[in-house]
């Protein structure tokens, strides 16, 4: 074991203690992470703040988690960053998190300029946006990028991140602890697996979902109600994975345990081999990799 993981082992203190952490652009995705924080209590709603240009949505979040609102979001930069030293005479951690839809990042970026100091880390979950862009527009070089997917609202989300090699490995670790507010989280070696992992896991319930929807309406066609046939593909599709990830066997070999010779499972199986349905999944997973990486190109040229 090296010398660092022996620390961490012995270091019992969550990495987000005393940390502070200012949301740009409190939509879905940023109360996603912040109720998920609060309800995991990785974090008091004294370290959250946040920015929103609307009142309403200001005082909703407000009322709801009693975090600090601001309408300028360089003021929620500003009062994001700690001023209070830990009992050790450490610099608790805080984390800018950049959460506005990409055609907003552009206008945000410019008003964060020179607002984020050198300590702070900058996180973004802006789908598309380079971490160089935002490093050059903001003159910071320590950045996170996130690719979450729509899952996170309910905790079960998967996402994928990587850093800049200006993030220090303590920064490394506050945004590990803050993911989990979302569910998995799991370190890329690169911005081009973020573009994998935008058509993989970001992309990837409207794979799910258009099976659900195409498998409840094939029960519908051999005569169940909606109701019946939804609970009984939503449960065959949620113990199906569970089933995997608990028996940590190759789908194959789940594949093959329940095709019996002759059987329903291979009579199924012959009709979707002819009608290409792995085929058409990885043409559809490509494509969406080539739009995620067109789109990456456009945002770095602020169109
Ligand atoms: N939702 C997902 O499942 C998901 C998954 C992966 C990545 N993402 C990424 O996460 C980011 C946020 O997505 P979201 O679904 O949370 O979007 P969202 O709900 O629209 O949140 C963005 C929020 O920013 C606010 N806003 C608009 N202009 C602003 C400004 N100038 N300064 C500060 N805030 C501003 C918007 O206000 P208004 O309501 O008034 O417009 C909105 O509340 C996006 O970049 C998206 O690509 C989302």
Request: with cysteine; charged share 20%.
């Amino acid at each position: 074991m090296s010398e660092t993981e022996a620390g961490k082992q012995n270091d019992n203190r969550s990495p987000l203690e005393g940390a502070k952490l200012a949301f740009i652009g409190c939509g879905v995705m940023a109360e996603a992470i912040i109720a998920g924080l609060l309800r995991k209590q990785l974090v008091a709603a004294g370290q959250i703040v946040g920015s929103h240009p609307r009142a309403e949505r200001r005082e909703e979040l407000y009322t709801k988690y009693a975090v600090r609102m601001f309408e300028s979001n360089r003021e929620a930069a500003l009062a994001g960053y700690p001023t209070q030293l830990s009992t050790e005479a450490r610099r608790p951690g805080s984390l800018v998190i950049l959460a506005v839809k990409p055609q907003r990042l552009s206008t945000v970026l410019q008003e964060l300029k020179g607002a984020i100091h050198p300590d702070q880390l900058v996180v973004s979950i802006v789908a598309g946006a380079r971490a160089d862009t935002i490093a050059g527009e903001l003159l910071h070089p320590a950045i996170v990028r996130t690719m979450p997917n729509t899952p996170a609202q309910i905790g079960q989300g998967m996402t994928a991140w990587t850093a800049t090699a200006a993030v220090s490995e303590s920064q490394q670790l506050e945004v590990c602890a803050m993911l989990e507010a979302l569910g998995k989280a799991i370190r890329v070696e690169n911005e081009r697996q973020i573009d994998m992992a935008t058509a993989l896991s970001a992309t990837g319930p409207t794979y799910i979902f258009m099976v659900m929807e195409a498998l409840v309406d094939a029960g519908v066609h051999m005569g169940f109600s909606r109701h019946v046939a939804q609970e009984l593909v939503l449960q065959t599709m949620l113990g199906s994975v569970m089933f995997a990830q608990e028996s940590h066997k190759h789908p194959a070999e789940l594949r093959n345990m329940v095709t019996s010779p002759g059987g329903t499972s291979a009579e199924a199986i012959y009709q979707m081999e002819k009608g290409t349905l792995r085929t058409v999944l990885s043409k559809a997973v490509w494509a969406a990799y080539q739009r995620a990486e067109a789109l990456g190109e456009k945002l770095k040229d602020g169109k």
